[in-house]
């Protein structure tokens, strides 16, 4: 009689766990429309030669080659999306303090790595590709879930061009599923680092337990972390799309696609 019980505890604990880290269920074909190709990872960037990271220049250049476009959006003081990776601005821009801070006036008049870029609009971005490559655009959220969400919708109003939207943070794609629910959404995740959660919240991202959050359709994992069992079995049993992120030589972004993922790249071109 024991061995009944324990086996309907692990049945219940297996169901639970099922539940946890289930994706969206259905829209393959949705899905299919929009994550197709390779995407250059903040652009095509060089900032080596002059090409900043989340500039207009990158995004031109990966139009121009065809490439589907990775980019970040955040806030800025007045509530206006722009494109920018970091919180901070003194890796990029060369001054302290942060991002969400600043106005995007403010942040239109800051050098991206002393070139004569600077921090690009969301909206100009988007009149820039005009749909002639598909997007990835990473919302990085600091509290302002809902707010950073509802405008990004608002600057696609009328966009005809395939784009997808991902966060690390699953609240991001809580909201989307609530404000936006015919949008692709993806988790972003992998062997996070110490300083970016607590403990708990990194394992929990980490095996894709707040799927029951986020419900994702796909999954953008961390390729060195890539064996994780949890992302294995949710994209290959459970059916989320599978990308890599961020493939910086060509032979890992071969055995990506050999892997049937995307391959979020950067460094080469692929």
């Known amino acids: 009689m024991i061995g009944w019980y324990v086996a309907a505890g692990v049945a219940v604990l297996l169901a639970l766990l099922l539940f946890l880290i289930a994706p969206a269920m259905g829209r393959k074909d949705k899905r299919r429309a929009v994550l197709v190709g390779h995407y250059a990872h903040r652009g095509l960037f060089d900032n080596q030669a002059g090409i900043p990271e989340n500039s ?8 121009e080659r065809g490439y589907g476009i990775e980019t970040d959006i955040h806030l800025s003081a007045d509530g206006i999306c722009v494109l920018h990776h970091d919180d901070t601005l003194k890796r990029i821009c060369g001054v302290d303090g942060n991002l969400r801070d600043r106005t995007a006036e403010e942040l239109s008049k800051l050098s991206l790595l002393g070139t004569e870029e600077t921090v690009p609009l969301f909206s100009e971005f988007l009149r820039l590709v005009d749909g002639k ?3 990835v655009l990473e919302l990085k959220a600091e509290g302002n879930h809902a707010a950073l ?5 608002a600057d ?11 966060s690390f943070d699953p609240r ?15 988790q972003l995740s992998g062997g996070l680092s110490k300083d970016s959660a607590a403990p708990l919240t990194r394992f929990l991202l980490r095996n894709l337990w707040l799927n029951v959050i986020a419900r994702p359709d796909f ?20 059916g989320a799309t599978r990308v890599y992120w961020t ?20 460094g080469f071109e692929a």
Not at 56 to 63: E, I, N, P, T
Not at 149 to 153: E, R, S, T
Not at 247 to 266: G, P, Q, T, V, W
């Open 247 to 266: 493939l910086r030589d060509r032979a890992d972004h071969e055995a990506a696609l050999r892997d049937h993922a995307l391959s979020i790249f950067e």
């Open 172 to 186: 991001i794609l809580r909201e989307l599923r609530r404000q936006a629910p015919h949008v692709v959404r993806g």
């Open 133 to 135: 490559v598909p997007l």
């Open 56 to 63: 207009m220049a990158a995004f031109r250049r990966a139009v």
């Open 149 to 153: 969400v509802a405008q990004v919708m």
């Open 156 to 166: 696609l109003e009328g966009y005809k061009g395939s784009y997808c939207i991902e």
């Open 219 to 238: 999954v953008a994992y961390r390729y060195k972390d890539r064996k994780n069992p949890f992302f294995r079995f949710v994209t290959s049993v459970m």
